[in-house]
Nanobody, 112 residues
Framework: VQLQASGGGLVQPGGSLRLSCAASGTIFRINDMGWYRQAPGKQRELVALTGGTTNYADSVKGRFTISRDNGKNTVYLQMNSLKPDDTSVYYC?????????WGQGTLVTVSS
């Protein structure tokens, strides 16, 4: 399984971005897909995950929305009301066939 993320960039505080991540390879159905992020000097943390249930980090609840197109094996992260603290490298994640897969990361910078 290969994960290709896109959609990062520079945005002002209060702005919005939409991340996309497409999975490719010989895939039947991915169990869980989602997003993690890692800021400089910090550990990687869960942002949002969807599969049997949907979970969000407390820090993004009400601002970020995860969605998924199973037909395209693609997961999206709509990020609204962005804050400087959201600045991180965002990594796409998939759990499939008892293995974890990671995308290459896409940088989101929230700054005026």
């Amino acid at each position: 399984v290969q994960l290709q993320a896109s959609g990062g960039g520079l945005v002002q505080p209060g702005g919005s971005l939409r991340l996309s991540c497409a999975a490719s390879g010989t895939i039947f159905r991915i169990n869980d897909m989602g997003w993690y992020r890692q800021a400089p000097g910090k550990q990687r943390e869960l942002v949002a995950l969807t599969g049997g249930t949907t979970n969000y980090a407390d820090s993004v609840k009400g601002r970020f929305t995860i969605s998924r197109d199973n037909g395209k094996n693609t997961v999206y992260l709509q990020m609204n009301s962005l804050k400087p603290d959201d600045t991180s490298v965002y990594y796409c994640y998939a759990h499939y066939d008892s293995m974890n897969y990671w995308g290459q990361g896409t940088l989101v910078t929230v700054s005026s």
